[in-house]
C-alpha cells in the first residue's frame, strides 16, 4: 500500500509523463509525410535492435554476472545493462561521427564520446547505489514490504 506522499509523487511523475507524451504528440503530428514516414521507420528500428541485441546481450551478461554476484544486486545491474546498452546502441550513430560533412562543421560538433563516457558512470555509480542500498537494507533495516517466499519453507 503507498503512503500518501509516494501517491503525491507518482501523481507527479505521471503528470509529467503524460505532459511529456502529449509534448511529443503535438511535434509528431505537425510533421509532413515524408519526416512522419521517417520517424516511424526510426521508431521500428528502434523495437528491433531492442529485441534483436539488447535483450539477449541483456540476458546473457545477466545470466553470466548471475555467477559472480550476489542476488541483491541482480535487478540493479540488469537495469543497469538496459540503460547502458540502449543509450550505446541509440548512440552509435553519433559516436561513430556518421552523417559528419567537412561543409558544414557544425554537425557532431560535440563531444559525444566524452558524453557518453559521463553517462556510463553515471549509470554504473546509480547500479552500484542501487546494490548497496539493498544490501543495506537487507543487513539491518526494513523495506516496508513483506516478501513472500519463493519456496515454502522445508518442514
Known sequence: MATSSERVV??????????????????LLA???PDLLDAGLWLAGGV?????????????ATLGLRRVLPARSWTAVTVGL?????????????LGHFGARP???T?????????????????VLGTLAWSLSRRLRGAGGTTGRARR???????
Not at 535492435?49 to 546481450?57: E, Q, S
Not at 557518453?116 to 558512470?121: I, S
Not at 517466499?149 to 518442514?155: E, M, Y
Open 10 to 27: 507518482q501523481g507527479v511523475v505521471g503528470a509529467v509523463g503524460v505532459a511529456a507524451a502529449a509534448y511529443g504528440a503535438v511535434l
Open 31 to 33: 510533421l509532413d509525410l
Open 48 to 60: 528491433v535492435l531492442h529485441d534483436a541485441v539488447v535483450a539477449p546481450l541483456t540476458v546473457l
Open 82 to 94: 538496459v540503460v547502458l546498452l540502449t543509450v550505446t546502441l541509440t548512440a552509435v550513430p553519433v
Open 103 to 105: 561543409d558544414n562543421p
Open 107 to 123: 554537425l557532431l560538433d560535440r563531444d559525444y564520446t566524452g558524453g557518453w563516457l559521463v553517462l556510463a558512470l553515471l549509470v
Open 149 to 155: 517466499p519463493s519456496s515454502p519453507p522445508p518442514r
